[in-house]
Nanobody, 121 residues
Framework: QVQLVESGGGLVQAGGSLRLSCVAS????????MGWYRQGPGKERELVAN???????YYADSMEGRFTISRDNAKHTLYLQMNSLKPEDTAVYYC???????????????WGQGTQVTVSS
């Protein structure tokens, strides 16, 4: 079992920046790919960005160029640098660590509790 705790959210004006962090603990051997998701008010949860254990990244089209996902495997920490924030970025941002592709005991989809990001106009 992996526990994930997000931090770094807050209130920022449009055009500003925030950096989110997600610290993993527990069965960290189970951690492979990780990602950031977000859920705005009245909306479905959507993928923001994903990163493999080797550092390969993927971004949703609306985020690429503004957001940067990274990780520090030694510290079991995931980051999301968010620049040029827009009001439509307002959402609860969640950290995710999916099931391990090889280790059969690592079969859980792990989520943090979320951190609120509010962008004012």
């Amino acid at each position: 079992q992996v526990q994930l705790v997000e931090s770094g959210g807050g209130l920022v004006q449009a055009g500003g920046s925030l950096r989110l962090s997600c610290v993993a603990s527990g069965d960290t051997i189970c951690i492979s790919a990780m990602g950031w998701y977000r859920q705005g008010p009245g909306k479905e949860r959507e993928l923001v960005a994903n990163i493999t254990s080797g550092g390969s990244t993927y971004y949703a089209d609306s985020m690429e160029g503004r957001f940067t996902i990274s990780r520090d495997n030694a510290k079991h920490t995931l980051y999301l640098q968010m620049n040029s924030l827009k009001p439509e970025d307002t959402a609860v941002y969640y950290c995710n660590a999916g099931p391990h592709p090889v280790y059969v005991v690592c079969d859980e989809d792990n989520w943090g509790q979320g951190t609120q990001v509010t962008v004012s106009s």
